[in-house]
């Protein structure tokens, strides 16, 4: 399933009330999880007991988790309940109707303990499930994450080099930065009726589009 080898299917099924029915969760996220999730099932466990692979220095090994959703609008809040709950690294692959939508996240360890944080999902689009397929890529666990991430965040990660997927990722949140500025700027510049306040306005865009230009160069030559 998903191009994963055989050896690594694992198939279980997981109450959903195993990761919204504990003392501290909000009854809104309750209500969530009772609406938007249909079945979670444990598919796939890519370690090295599993893979004729090394372990990772940051990731020992990686879960498989489809979620079957009642719509194909969801909140992303069930997932980071989820990965708050699990200490590995998780690759969503979520399904309705016959297409799916895979979500992963950028994960780092929390100083002092085994606890991860996730600092932004990356997604694909939606499409059929015969058509969604990963490839396991890489010597050792560390390096199938990295490799997993960077699959399902296609373009936004891309690299040509050996970049480093924490490197990737900084670089892609300052892209996102100035997008969003940008974004800002060209609506307070429709909006303004000043003359003189417009080409200041017009001067500061051309210097945040040259900036974001600049990133999108470096990473096609990265």
């Known amino acids: 399933m998903f191009g994963f080898p055989l050896s690594t299917e694992f198939n279980k099924r997981i109450p959903k009330q195993k990761f919204y029915g504990k003392i501290g969760v909000s009854t809104a996220l309750k209500r969530i999880f009772a609406e938007q999730i249909k079945l979670i099932y444990w598919r796939n466990k890519l370690a090295t007991t599993t893979l004729n692979l090394t372990a990772g220095d940051a990731v020992t090994e990686i879960e498989v988790f489809e979620v079957k959703l009642n719509a194909p609008q969801f909140n992303e809040a069930v997932l980071r309940q989820i990965d708050k709950e699990i200490p590995y690294h998780i690759l969503f692959i979520l399904t309705f109707e016959g297409k799916a939508q895979a979500w992963i996240g950028y994960k780092e360890a929390v100083a002092g303990g085994n606890a991860f ?106």
């Open 117 to 222: 944080k996730v600092n932004r999902y990356y997604h694909t689009e939606w499409v059929p499930e015969s058509e969604l397929c990963f490839t396991i890529v890489g010597l050792n666990i560390d390096a199938v994450y990295e490799s997993l991430v960077r699959q399902v965040a296609g373009d936004r990660l891309q690299t040509n080099s050996g970049e480093s997927l924490k490197s990737s990722v900084e670089r892609d949140e300052e892209r996102r930065r100035l997008e969003k500025q940008i974004a800002a700027l060209e609506s307070k510049l429709h909006r303004e009726k000043q003359l003189n306040r417009k080409m200041e306005l017009n001067a500061e865009l051309k210097q945040l589009k040259k900036q974001l230009e600049t990133i999108k160069n470096t990473s096609e030559e990265i």
